[in-house]
């Protein structure tokens, strides 16, 4: 990545409370600087994904369709995955959740998740530069990037503290059933006997 695109993405970072938007035309550039061609959906994909930090496929197509009422689903899903292999967007993931994307890149930082109505804010690392980068073991693999969810209740979620009662008790750990996956099957395995 070169070092222009570098501080574009460094100055356009989630900064405080409120996220700072670019223009087309530095969406334009940044585009360039990746060595990315500029079409219509690809600006229109930046500009959605820059909008709406940790939105999901369908939020970004039905943004994108505002300004572009004509562009695809396909479109939009081939623009997110080349910005997210060029590196001008980030792909996450919650437990039981759909993708979702967002524009602060390359800083290593975490998300904090809602259980209750299952908003995502950024963290950073809980102390120095990434400290989860430093695995007790790394397994010979060359660790660049951990991807770490913390989750709780939002403000929004979480009864008001009382003096007498100062804090939710947490929730109790997600099962298959709360993500909506199949319990696993108790049934052995037979042994393959070809």
């Known amino acids: 990545m070169s070092w222009l695109l570098s501080g574009f993405l460094d100055w356009f970072q989630k900064t405080g409370d ?66 997210t292999t060029a590196g001008l967007v980030r792909r996450i993931q919650p437990a039981g959740s759909v993708a979702r994307y967002e524009s602060r890149v390359g800083d290593n930082h975490h998300h904090v998740v809602c259980r209750s109505c299952r908003a995502i804010a950024d963290v950073d ?29 939002c403000p929004d979620c979480s009864p008001p503290a009382t003096p007498d009662r100062p804090r939710a008790a947490p929730d109790p750990p997600l099962t298959p059933s709360d993500l909506s996956l199949p319990a696993p099957d108790p049934t052995p395995i037979p042994p393959d006997r070809s």
């Open 18 to 83: 409120h996220v700072v938007v670019a223009t087309a035309e530095e969406f334009q550039r940044m585009l360039r600087g990746a060595a990315l061609r500029v079409t219509r959906p690809r600006v229109a994909v930046l500009t959605a994904v820059y909008a709406h930090p940790h939105a999901d496929t369908d939020s970004i197509v039905g943004s994108v369709r505002e300004e572009l009422p004509e562009v695809s689903h396909q479109a939009v899903y081939d623009s997110l995955r080349v910005l």
């Open 125 to 153: 690392c809980a102390v120095g530069s990434a400290p989860c980068l430093a695995a007790s073991d790394d397994r010979g693999f060359s660790i660049d990037e951990a991807e770490v969810f913390y989750w709780g209740r």
